[in-house]
């Protein structure tokens, strides 16, 4: 149980209550819903490393398996001080549904572990990796739970859990992962590819606004591996992107501001703040930011019920995950903000990552060009499956999203039954 | 892979595309007078709906090429067609099984080096 004092904020209160609204509108059996609210599996492990000191940290780590009814389980790890178990229990819940919305063999899971990566040497990090791959060992396999990218974890991270669950049996399994580097069975397009997403459910969203991309001006809050990739492909298409934040804070230029050069600012300086041909804001005036599309493309819990009101974009695009309160999503409701869901504009990443998953099953490799055009086609109709749904049912975006993943989840639960 | 890119533009556009095509090494090229509509039914203005459908015409450019340079032929086409205006045009990336060269009978990407 969730104590009351507990459910500000908490992400995992927020998702129980989305599922709960969510099964009295598609009336949802109780049973199927008393499963779902609760994770089908939860492991909480003490990772011991060698700091490079020589002394011993003990850090704590998490794998939660929300469901794992339609195929294995698939969900990122990250590293980040602020992990808790509840995040990663909603976060794996979320994942069911984002895999269930785009129609991907695969149920939710989520794993972390509570760690400062901007503290650890590149050894220490390693260490840790493959310790808490041999503490989740008995969890994951190709076949029950993929892991994959998520906050402050690469392709490296990703190649070292490989290595590490691969000397275990004793023969290579790149099956276990995905977002690995291409020469060790990673697609082409995996990074990038929720960026990429993003933009497609963007554009669907628009051409159904009967709008144009061009000229348009967008506020997007990070710019890391989602915010950075949407702001390219955006400009790309002739958005105005006026401003950028990052944890540190933000730039804004009215006139736009080029993504490249950005970025080379970024790589130098370590953040965005400090732009020359901008000015500086704080993350909350950003939201503020008089825009016509609104990209948080950061973490859980920015958009909430002191800044839902005042935000002055016409449309939002969820790239994070989680980013808008519940309280803060009836606003923009009222308001008549049109909200494209997270599950629904980021589900790019997971889409690549059953294209790397599948390609390693077949051990044949498709061109960057091709796994594009099949992520395009996957999101487009993902997008139209949910608007239909929207506009049936007339509800927002997001509820239309929940509906047709749960009941996809809730049909394939039905048809398995019960065992025993 | 190879691909064929198969495109409809207005007629105005040719000179302008194909050279531009040359410059991005573009080998060969078939282009067609062609007769065609879109969604406007061959009108500019208001139709009604029991108007006959008007075919306006065309030029359609077609291209053989490997997977890797049918991004860059598309942006190249598209840039230069664009006229702002309905009736501009579409382009179509087709898969393409085979190419035999006749002359040399040589198969494959060799046969359009």
Redo the contacts between chains.
Sequence with gaps: MIKAEDKVRNPWYYALQQLDEVAELINLEPWIHKKLRHPRRELTVSIPVRMDSGEIEVFTGYRVQHCITPGPAKGGIRYDPDVTLDEIRALAMWMTWKCAVVGLPYGGAKGGVVCDPTKLSQDELERLTRRYTSEILIMIGPERDVPAPDINTNSQVMAWIMDTYSVDRGYSVPGVVTGKPVVLGGSLGREGATGKGVVFTLLNTLKYLDQSIEGKRVVIQGFGKVGSVVAHLLYKEGAKIIAISEIDGGIYNPEGLDPEKVMTHKKEAGSVVGYKDAEFITNEELFRLECDILIPAATENQITEENASEIRANLVVEAANGPTTPSADKILKERGIFVVPDILANAGGVTVSYFEWVQGMQGYFW?E?EVNLKLRDIMTRAFHRVLEVSLKEKVDMRTAALMVAVSRIAEATRLRGLYP | ?LKKIECIIQPFKLEEVKEALKKIAVEGMTVTEVKGCGRQKGYKEEYPPDAPIRLLPKVKIEIVTE?EK??KMIETIQSLARTNQIGAGKIFVIPVEDVIRIRTKERGRIAID
């Design positions: 061109s060009r | 892979m997977e049918v991004e």
